[in-house]
């Protein structure tokens, strides 16, 4: 889903930025992102490529970052980063990427934007190869709905859940390995292919 003006302003903020760089990253690379380095990462929902900057210090070998928006496209493009590719994509169907593509798949909380969460999940399944990596942070529903109310960003409705998503990540193909879960807050998992 694209996003509001006030929420794509929010999401290209200082704010958002540090929250990236201070809590999602240092957990992220805690989790096994550290270990990237000549490896294929696919980040869903790059926006404005905040993540692949902070992820092309880890060294991959290439690194595609997808967003459903093309105004984070253009943002993103301009960072041109080494080795690195931005397309313009829905995370529930990436025609643009072939099966088993990728060694880790990186989602910093972009997953409770979209309506078919799962089929989004299936599709990182798709991307992976096998032992691949999948790290995924997420806000919890009860904060969404907290933010909705305050900042009327407009989530979906219904559907996306923490529990929800630990059941994703621990079925078809893909084990959970790890999780760090503040309750009603927000979740960080590693699942494996």
């Given at each position: ?23 999602e ?13 000549g ?10 490529g ?36 931005f ?7 990436v ?40 790290l ?9 709905r ?48």
């Open positions: 889903m694209r996003l509001s003006e006030a929420e794509f302003d929010a999401m290209n903020s200082r704010t958002r930025r540090a929250f990236q760089r201070y809590v990253w240092p957990v992220f690379k805690w989790m096994g992102l550290k270990n990237c380095c490896k294929d990462v696919i980040e869903i929902g790059c926006g404005s905040y993540g692949g900057w902070l992820i092309s210090a880890l060294g991959p070998r290439s690194y595609v970052g997808l967003d459903v928006m093309p105004e984070q496209i253009a943002i993103a493009a301009r960072r041109d980063l080494p080795n690195a590719r397309l313009i994509a829905d995370a529930t169907r025609t643009a990427l072939d099966d088993a593509c990728a060694d880790v798949v990186v989602i910093f909380g972009i997953l409770h934007h979209v309506e078919a969460w799962p089929q989004a999940v299936a599709e990182c399944r798709r991307l992976l190869r096998s032992g691949g990596v999948l995924v942070e997420e806000p919890d529903a009860a904060v969404l907290g933010w909705d109310r305050v900042f009327r960003w407009d989530h979906p409705r219904q559907g996306f859940s923490l529990a929800g998503l630990e059941r994703e990540l621990n079925s078809d193909g893909l084990k959970l390995e790890a999780r760090l879960k503040l309750p009603g807050v927000f979740g960080m998992y590693r699942a494996r292919r």
